[in-house]
């Protein structure tokens, strides 16, 4: 209790000094400073203007209209932003419980809903800021912290983001609140790699820790742009593009988060996997789900709730939006077909718990290329992940050796992956893909013809190993920090006992 109590103390310190530099701040910050968000970056070839993210542009002068939100794209997003919620609690949260033995059921719920609503308060508070505001090429500034400026005193209303359509904005608050989740859920899918014996006051103070020098940076450098108002000549191109994130500048796609999130939350889980040590008795003790009806909810809510997650991630209520909401329909489809094909093929019975990791592992590859591929392009995504992360979990798994519990690593890992490589083959407009967008083709003076699968590939590989070493390292140092200070794990014989009682003292079941 005192080490928790230790971390909850290191939080209000924080909120501390995020009111004393509220107090030494401005009283307005500007109502429309730079904000982006992960969506459709259609150009994908070349390094002037590629990747998915939005921002607000400060109008070309005095008499330039003002821009008013729609309402049909507000409520979308206000929508999108509620089922990425439903993902989380309760969607991850059963889906993880299930799997785990029911001596650490209220355990893995107590990580996902405390670890979510943490970063929920700490993106208000600082996250988005370093995330979604210009600053270099891999940290935002602080023109947010607090959500400072968000109201704008001088138009009397609320600051606009930009989505991805010229002249077409929302509420910063609802984009702000839309990405929130994003952070939330993130750090929440790292819980599964470890659960079962990782003390709880030290997945809040590794949680702080990553949250700040792994997801925001890479939230940054993979999302944040200037958005498509600022560009408004071929002449300020390169001048734009120079304030946008590191891997937004190389030209990477990605639509919803394949590196930001999954990939991301997957290296840190391995990496936490190594270092927080096998659970005892693993490989010779019975481990299996003690409740795979929990499971199969937990990934049928986590299936509804991903259509916010994609589709929300246009921004608008458009045609982008829906051609990532089918592909997140079909994508999972066709990953649950592979995953009950391939262990037919292997054991002889197709298991409702590969049904359920099949689900998982369509909604993770998809990700990266909901609005970025075509209906075929995102059906063989979705059919070749389920093939790709069964082998992950098994084949791969034992390779690695690590005890990664509820094989973050094998889902989301070679999900993200699979389909962050894959976004770049199926965007060409050659296999279906949307590829450039006349507004991107303007600004940039790219041609549609100029789209090659081989760079973009690359290109796409680039993001995937930086995001892969950032959070290594990042999460290396932070469990180290956290192991050095607190400590990692709980003792054997409350481990032995189960978290449920040991760190919660309740039950899930009363017997």
């Known amino acids: 209790m005192k080490k928790l109590l230790a971390s909850l103390a290191l939080g209000l310190s924080l909120l501390t000094s995020g009111v004393a530099v509220m107090a030494q701040a401005p009283a307005a910050a500007p109502a429309a400073t730079s904000v982006a968000a992960p969506a459709e970056a259609k150009p994908a070839a070349a390094p002037a203007a590629t990747a998915p993210a939005a921002a607000v542009a400060a109008p070309a002068d005095a008499a330039a209209p003002v821009l008013v939100p729609n309402k049909g794209d507000t409520a979308w997003m206000m929508t999108s932003t509620i089922l990425v919620i439903l993902m989380v609690v309760p969607g991850l949260a059963l889906f993880y419980g299930g799997l785990v033995r029911s001596k650490n059921m209220l355990s893995v719920l107590m990580q996902v809903m405390v670890t979510f609503s943490m970063i929920v308060v700490l993106w208000f508070i600082y996250g988005y800021s370093l995330a979604f505001t210009e600053g270099n090429a891999f940290f935002g500034g602080f023109d947010r912290l607090f959500m400072a400026g968000i109201w704008d005193n001088a138009a009397g209303t609320f600051a606009n ?45 590794f949680m702080v820790i990553w949250f700040t020098f792994s997801y925001a ?28 994130g590191y891997i937004w500048q190389s030209g990477a796609l990605d639509f919803a ?23 005892i008795g693993y490989g010779k003790e019975a481990m299996a789900p003690h409740s795979l009806t929990l499971t199969m909810v937990g990934s049928a809510l986590l299936w509804v709730g991903w259509f916010g997650f994609n589709a929300g991630s246009a921004l608008e209520a458009n045609g982008f939006a829906a051609l990532a909401f089918i592909n997140t329909l079909g994508a999972t489809a066709a990953a649950v077909l592979a995953w009950c094909l391939g262990e037919a093929l292997m054991r002889g019975k197709a298991s409702m718990l590969g049904a359920a990791s099949g689900a998982v592992a369509g909604l993770v590859a998809i990700t990266p290329a909901a609005g970025n591929v075509g209906i075929g392009g995102g059906l063989v995504i979705g059919f070749i992940a389920g093939f790709a992360c069964l082998w992950g979990v098994n084949g ?116």
């Not at 859920?185 to 006051?201: D, M, N, P, Q």
């Not at 600022?230 to 191109?237: D, G, K, N």
């Not at 790219?446 to 993001?463: E, L, P």
């Open 396 to 511: 791969l798994k034992k390779m690695l050796g690590a005890d990664d519990s509820l094989d973050v690593f094998g889902v989301h890992g070679i999900g993200g992956i699979l389909g962050a490589l894959l976004t770049g083959v199926f965007n060409s407009p050659n296999l279906g893909g949307p590829g450039f967008v006349a507004d991107w083709v303007t600004a940039t003076g790219i041609a549609a013809a100029d789209y090659s699968i081989v760079s973009q590939v690359w290109i796409q590989a680039k993001a995937v190993i930086i995001t892969v070493i950032w959070s290594g390292v990042v999460s290396f140092i932070a469990f180290k920090v956290v192991d050095l200070t607190i400590g990692l794990r709980v003792s054997e014989e409350d481990e032995r006992e189960g978290l449920d009682i040991s760190s919660h003292g309740e039950t899930a079941y009363n017997r």
């Open 217 to 244: 940076p890479i939230a940054h450098m993979v999302w944040f742009w200037m958005g498509p108002d600022a560009y408004t000549a071929a002449e300020v191109v390169d001048a734009m593009n120079a304030k946008a």
């Open 161 to 205: 983001a930009a989505t991805f359509s010229k002249g077409v904005v929302i509420p910063e608050i609802v984009f702000a609140a839309f990405q929130a989740t994003f952070a939330g859920i993130t750090c929440a899918l790292i819980v599964g790699a470890f659960a079962e014996r990782k003390k709880f006051s030290a997945v809040l103070m």
């Open 257 to 279: 988060g394949g590196t930001v999130v999954h990939i991301n939350a997957a290296v840190a889980g391995l990496v936490g996997a190594y270092m927080v040590g096998k659970r």
